[in-house]
């Protein structure tokens, strides 16, 4: 009978304590699994926020792109203001320069009363040329355009130069009625047939300008050398 007994309280003991083994390990267990949830769960949101976050920064990232690429109206503004103010000056410098305009000799030069060239034993030419100012000014400087040609018609050059254009500028002044012009040596040409005066620049003492267009043109080469 004894025994009996002690066996069934040995199997009771047991069941006991393998309830209680049991109710222990699980709790373990879960534990461990709530652990383990709570790590995935918590990395879920880390990655989240940080895609989140990335996103967030990138749009930012874009919204200052599109800030800086776009043009800012106030700048414009004052670019276009600043052009104006050089156009203005611009303006400004062009209106400080002697104004000059085109016309053509009538009214500003009498006939010629000499148009020839003259050349010397070495092709020296040396062009005479003399006017009376018409003009009503006084002339403080005057320049005479000069183009040279050949007999066919071409171009002649200038044995050293290789120019066919010449300027000569003198220095005045010249008072209304009074004479002026060229008598001057200025090119060497062995080809030389004729002389064209095409402009005449005159600066008056008023400071303005005139272009004389002359267009006048001697083959006559009966004249002096200097």
Do not use: H
Request: proline share 3%; aromatic share 10%.
């Amino acid at each position: 009978m004894a025994n009996k007994l002690n066996l069934l309280l040995s199997f009771i003991i047991a069941i006991i304590i393998s309830f209680s083994c049991g109710v222990y390990f699980s709790e373990d267990i879960k534990s461990d699994l709530q652990l383990a949830n709570g790590k995935t769960l918590a990395n879920e949101g880390i990655e989240s926020t940080r895609v989140e976050t990335g996103q967030t920064v990138a749009s930012i990232n874009e919204q200052t792109v599109d800030v800086g690429n776009e043009p800012s109206n106030g700048d414009d503004e004052e670019g276009e203001a600043t052009s104006g103010a050089e156009n203005q000056s611009g303006n400004e410098q062009a209106i400080d320069e002697p104004e000059v305009t085109r016309v053509t000799a009538e009214n500003r030069f009498s006939d010629p009363r000499d148009f020839k060239y003259g050349v010397n034993s070495v092709n020296g030419i040396t062009l005479t040329w003399f006017v009376n100012n018409l003009t009503g000014k006084t002339i403080n400087y005057y320049t005479v355009k000069l183009s040279t040609f050949n007999p066919v018609g071409d171009p002649s050059y200038d044995e050293n130069s290789r120019d066919s254009t010449f300027n000569l500028r003198y220095v005045g002044p010249v008072e209304p009625g009074e004479e002026f012009g060229v008598f001057k040596l200025f090119t060497y040409q062995g080809a030389l047939d004729s002389i064209r005066i095409d402009e005449v620049v005159l600066e008056y003492a008023d400071d303005t300008e005139e272009t004389v267009v002359y267009n006048r043109t001697t083959a006559d080469n009966s004249g002096l050398n200097n």
